[in-house]
């Protein structure tokens, strides 16, 4: 089966037999995007991705000084 990274939609290819029942958490290795791997239940090629990993963001800007 192919699954699909929901930041970057980079593909890989995936052995369905080796998704555990209940899914996998994975890592892509281009863009470093954390999110679940599952095989549904009626379909075992069928992919469902859960919600991409949060957004990185920069630090606060130190306040102005007076």
Known sequence: MN???P???T??????TRVPHGGI?????ECGAA???ETGDDAPAAVRTAAPAP???APPA????P
């Open 3 to 5: 699954i699909a990274c």
């Open 7 to 9: 930041e970057c939609s």
């Open 11 to 16: 593909v890989y290819r995936i052995d369905p």
């Open 25 to 29: 958490a994975t890592k892509c290795r």
């Open 35 to 37: 999110f679940r791997v």
């Open 55 to 57: 957004a990185k963001t």
């Open 62 to 65: 130190p306040p102005a000084p």
